[in-house]
C-alpha cells in the first residue's frame, strides 16, 4: 500500500519451544505455541515471553505488536494445571497476586508502564491465564467462534494475573463480579456488546482484520500511540483536575520529538508524514 511505503522491509524469526517470535517491518507477532495442550502456559514459556517482551520494548524498529495462539482453537487457555500439580506435591506453597519475582517476571500482566501498542489476536478459547493476557492487551480482535472466562474459582483459585482487577475495571463491575464468582464464560458477541472486544471477525477472516488494525496504528505518529497509551492508564483513576496536572514522560517525548513538528507539516504541504520516532 502506497501509505505503507516507508515501513522497512525487514522479517527476523526467533522460535522457542514455546513461543514463535517474528518481526516484519514494524511489526512484532508473538505466538503461544502449545496447541497440543491449547497453548497452555508453563514457566518455560513464560521465561520465553520475559526476553520476548524485553526485546519488543526496546526495538525501536518495532511500533506494533500482535499476540495470539498457535492453531484455531485456542489463544490459550492459561496456567499449565498439570505442572501447578506437580509443584504443589513438591511441596511449593500457593501464590497469590502477580509472578513475585518467578519464572518469567515481570509478566506482560504485571508491565504498567509498557508503552507500546498491542493487539491480542483471540482465535478461540481465552481462559483464565489467557484471558489475562488479552485483558492486558489495548485492543482485542476476536474470531466470531472465540470465548472468554476466568474460571478459577471453580478450581479453589483465583485470578492472580490481574484479571480480577482488570475486569471489574474494564466492564460494569456488577456483570464483571458474576462471572468471576460463577467462572461462567463471555461468547466473542457478550464480549464485544460489553466493550471487551473490539472487533469480531467472521470465522477465516481474522487475519485480515488484525491487519487492517495493524495498518491503522501504523499510520498514525508511534511517539503519539504510546503517548495516549500511557496516558489513558495512568489518568484512569484521578479526577480531570489531577489528570490535566499529572506528568507523562512519553507525552513529553512526543512534544520534544521531530514527530511532533511533522505531522502538522505533512498536512499543510498535502503529503503522507514521515514518523522518525524521534
Not at 522479517?11 to 517491518?25: H, P, Q, T
Not at 483536575?241 to 504541504?269: H, M, Q, T, W
Request: charged share 25%.
Amino acid at each position: 500500500m502506497e501509505e505503507m511505503r516507508d515501513i522497512p522491509e525487514r522479517i527476523s524469526v526467533s522460535s522457542g519451544d514455546r513461543v514463535l517470535y517474528e518481526k516484519r517491518g514494524r511489526i512484532a507477532y508473538v505466538t503461544l505455541n502449545r496447541p497440543s495442550v491449547l497453548n497452555a502456559m508453563d514457566t518455560h514459556m513464560h521465561e520465553e515471553l520475559r526476553a520476548i517482551w524485553d526485546d519488543f520494548e526496546q526495538d525501536d524498529g518495532i511500533w506494533v505488536g500482535v499476540l495470539t495462539g498457535a492453531g484455531h482453537r485456542s489463544f490459550s487457555v492459561g496456567q499449565d494445571l498439570s505442572e501447578l500439580v506437580a509443584r504443589t506435591d513438591a511441596g511449593v506453597k500457593a501464590s497469590s497476586f502477580g509472578s513475585d519475582n518467578g519464572p518469567g517476571w515481570p509478566r506482560l500482566t504485571e508491565r504498567h508502564s509498557f508503552t507500546k501498542p498491542l493487539i491480542a489476536r483471540v482465535n478461540g478459547y481465552a481462559y483464565g491465564g489467557g484471558f489475562e493476557l488479552a485483558l492486558a492487551c489495548d485492543i482485542i480482535i476476536a474470531s466470531e467462534h472465540a470465548a472468554f472466562a476466568l474460571p478459577e474459582a471453580k478450581l479453589g483459585l483465583t485470578s492472580g494475573a490481574g484479571g480480577l482487577f482488570r475486569l471489574t475495571r474494564q466492564i460494569p463491575f456488577k456483570t464483571a463480579i458474576g462471572h468471576l464468582m460463577t467462572g461462567r464464560p463471555l461468547s466473542a458477541a457478550r464480549a464485544y456488546e460489553l466493550g471487551l472486544v473490539n472487533e469480531i471477525a467472521p470465522y477465516g477472516n481474522l487475519d485480515e482484520c488484525v491487519e487492517s488494525w495493524v495498518r491503522d496504528i501504523l499510520r498514525c505518529a508511534p511517539l503519539s500511540v504510546r503517548a495516549i497509551k500511557q496516558i489513558a492508564l495512568a489518568s484512569a483513576q484521578l479526577t480531570l483536575e489531577e489528570a490535566f496536572a499529572a506528568p507523562y514522560p512519553a507525552e513529553e517525548r512526543r512534544r520534544n520529538s521531530l514527530d511532533c513538528i511533522e505531522g502538522p507539516k505533512a498536512f499543510v504541504e498535502k503529503r503522507l508524514p514521515k514518523w522518525l520516532a524521534k
